[in-house]
């Protein structure tokens, strides 16, 4: 290990404050008159850029390598710069977008993934992702929600924590590994509105029970770094928000890891209004934590002013420089600057035939049957098949925020269908755009005539990929375009149609649901999604997914989900959805989902028969184990996600009708009955209470399993 304390007394201030700053790799591969624009833009001159500490952005390793060494030759400290880039579901091999790997509730499965990325990642020079993104999502309208784990609080920090773990793997020094950083630190997803970079309103407790605790299960897994988030909380932008960055962040939890600011975030503390110069503006940043001002340049520009000021001291700079001298150190980079990339490794790690079975496995893993009234899976044996929508011959399903990912290395659901059943004639016809604005129907003809010459139809339809991922809000989150009148035109044409959508975030598809007897969403499924989506069709695979979001009927419902309150007026069930009486109820569309968090079809047929506690009434000390029988009543292998929810009834704050406490996958042979054992114990029914602190209450709780809105076997327990 270097002697860091020595090299820290030997660099000069210009230095020390170099390795604070962040920037895109243009500026290092450019030279002369082509940086000239872009370094103005970032507010830098050419000698700022000798002494600048990490950068981001970079294409592959010889781009790494190439900067890595110029930086070297010309470094009097010969300090490595540290190379960190966005790896959030796959490298080059991609795989489903986040928020579907939630709904495969298998950590083991993402880690698996993961540890796939990070080889692939670190063989091409990234040394740092910024990833896991946890923050709490529940508007659909939101296009980042792509990014999250959804909706549940225990598997956004369960499924952060596994990918924490998967990347750094036997330690981040190691040439596959990756060191990690968490991001949007806080409440990014409760952006009003679905607005993306919208303010955020939210009370204490309810950022203490659903938005903060995925990342404080990310600080305890060992995250390397933390990204404070864009938006404004409460008032005042997060990476300025003193009660987020020092008493939450540093007092409460403890939390010793690097800061790194969002993309130009710092600077925008002027657009936000908070102060009204740059210099106030990194005063703001460095007061509150952040280490790392990510493009933009208020830290090189006015930190030794601020120093010399009196405003900070040098020592303070010592420790931001400290910190990211570590993480270089413990990356191993004063050993290995290129942490074991090179071009040739990089041609090695990617895309290999075991990285695309993996990423194929992953997608059908991670794909909800959302309907199915018997039609799917299809018979291996059909003949002619018309694969219909804008999405039939499409290779853009890799979803926002795939890294080095191409879309012309994706398989089609066309190809993966001819793949699938080679000796059947295939063909694909588009019928229609993806677009919002695309209202042309000149193309349902072809589509009709395909429908009605075919054995069976699969509608492939969706939102482009850039309509989720960052700045891609949206809203109306129902298909785009005409693609439900193809689907109506089509279903006339021939009624055995299965419909696959593609799409990053919940959509209202009411009226397609009511047109199709079967749904398969894919989600955005990376690079082997057509093969996926026709092992889900013919039944090579068994659909496991369950929703980790909930999709509303109508975006006038945004944000709905499934933990939440009972409030004074429910809607009664009997109550018909014309408006009588009083009660919390959308005329028309009333308050379900049309589809709920937790909803997931299988080609088997699971029946959950019981649910027993060891004891109907506990003390805080003591621990209830929870058995639930289920039968797999069909000649079928399959997953099942076995969840166990609780209520509590009565408490001193009003709590959700129903909160998920515990899950576990298992695999159930054609017939097989099993029992999944869980154990409840008294923190698992803790919540913020009025006097600032998570306690449980002595009282009735309901324990039940099945799925939101489809609880069953409840039965009561007792906490003393
Ligand atoms: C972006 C994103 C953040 C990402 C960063 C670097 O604006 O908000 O998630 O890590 O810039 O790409």
Redesign the pocket.
């Given at each position: 290990m270097k002697d860091l304390k020595k090299l820290l007394e030997q660099m000069t201030l210009e230095e020390k404050i170099g390795q604070l700053g962040q920037y895109n790799a243009n500026l290092f591969i450019q030279s002369g008159a082509d940086i000239t624009g872009p370094l103005t833009q970032a507010g830098l001159s050419e000698e700022d850029l000798k002494h600048v500490g990490s950068i981001?952005?970079f294409k592959n390793a010889e781009e790494v390598c190439t900067i890595q060494k110029r930086h070297l030759e010309q470094d009097r400290n010969k300090i490595p710069m540290c190379f960190m880039?966005?790896v959030i579901h796959g490298y080059r091999t991609i795989y489903p977008i986040p928020l579907a790997l939630g709904c495969s509730f298998d950590t083991d499965m993402v880690a698996e993934c993961t540890r796939m990325a990070s080889k692939e990642a670190a063989a091409s020079g990234i040394q740092v992702t910024?990833t896991p993104?946890v923050d709490y999502v529940r508007d659909a309208r939101w296009g980042r929600v792509m990014e999250s784990c959804g909706e549940e609080p225990l598997l956004n920090g369960l499924m952060g924590a596994a990918q924490i773990k998967a990347f750094q793997g036997d330690g981040i020094d190691k040439p596959d590994n990756l060191a990690t950083c968490v991001?949007?630190f806080a409440a990014y997803g409760g952006a009003e509105a679905g607005r993306d970079y919208n303010t955020v309103e939210l009370s204490e407790h309810t950022l203490r029970e659903f938005y903060l605790p995925a990342y404080k299960a990310c600080i305890d897994a060992g995250v390397d770094m933390l990204?404070p988030s864009?938006n404004v909380l409460n008032g005042v932008p997060a990476v300025a928000n003193s009660w987020l960055m020092k008493k939450i962040l540093k007092e409460e939890w403890g939390a010793d890891v690097l800061v790194i600011s969002?993309?130009n975030a710092v600077g925008e503390l002027l657009k936000h209004g908070i102060v009204d110069n740059m210099k106030d503006a990194a005063k703001l940043a460095f007061d509150n934590g952040c280490h790392i001002e990510?493009c933009s340049s208020g830290y090189i520009k006015y930190l030794k002013e601020l120093i010399e000021e009196g405003v900070f001291t040098e020592a303070q700079v010592d420790e931001a420089v400290m910190k990211v001298l570590e993480l270089k150190d413990r990356l191993g980079l004063f050993e290995d600057p290129y942490h074991g990339a090179s071009p040739e490794k990089e041609a090695a790690a990617c895309l290999t035939p075991e990285n695309r079975a993996l990423v194929r496995k992953a997608a059908a893993e991670c794909a909800v049957l959302l309907k199915n009234d018997g039609i799917l899976p299809f018979s291996e044996d059909v003949k002619k098949v018309a694969v219909i929508g804008p999405f039939a011959d499409n290779h853009a399903i890799k979803g926002f925020w795939a890294c080095q990912g191409r879309d012309e290395e994706t398989v089609t659901v066309k190809e993966g269908i001819e793949a699938a059943i080679p000796n059947a004639e295939v063909v694909a016809i588009k019928g229609c755009g993806d677009q919002w604005d695309d209202l042309d129907k000149s193309g349902f003809d072809r589509a009709v005539m395909a429908a009605k010459e075919a054995d069976i139809v699969v509608l492939c339809l969706g939102e482009p990929q850039n309509y989720s991922g960052?700045g891609n809000s949206r809203g109306d989150i129902d298909l785009p375009g005409v693609q439900n009148e193809l689907a109506e035109e089509v279903m006339k044409a021939n009624p055995n149609t299965a419909a696959v959508i593609f799409t990053g975030r919940p959509l209202a598809i009411t009226r397609l649901s009511k047109t199709v007897p079967a749904i398969l969403n894919m989600w955005f499924p990376g690079t082997e999604g057509g093969s996926a989506a026709a092992d889900l069709l013919f039944g090579k695979m068994n659909p496991s997914g369950k929703l980790s979001m909930t999709f509303p009927q109508a975006v006038g419902q945004c944000p709905i989900y499934y933990n939440h309150l009972m409030t004074g007026r429910p809607k009664a069930p009997e109550m018909d959805l014309i408006h009588k009486g009083y009660a919390s109820n959308y005329i028309g569309c009333g308050n379900l989902p049309l589809y709920s968090f937790g909803h997931g079809l299988s080609y088997s047929n699971f029946v959950y028969e019981d649910l027993t506690l060891s004891q109907d009434a506990f003390t805080a000390d003591e621990k209830v184990t929870v058995k639930i029988t289920i039968h797999n009543d069909s000649d079928v292998k399959g997953k099942e996600t076995v969840m166990l929810y609780m209520r509590d009834l009565v408490a001193s704050n009003a709590r959700p009708i129903q909160q998920l406490i515990a899950f576990e996958k298992v695999e159930f042979e054609a017939g097989e009955r099993k029992t999944i054992e869980f154990t409840i114990e008294e923190p698992m029914l803790r919540f913020w209470n009025n006097e600032h602190k998570f306690v449980s209450e002595p009282g009735l709780f309901h324990i039940s399993t099945g799925y939101a809105d489809h609880l069953v076997h409840t039965k009561e327990l007792v906490l003393k």
């Open positions: 981001l952005n880039m966005d910024f993104m991001k949007h990204m864009f969002d993309y990510m960052e």
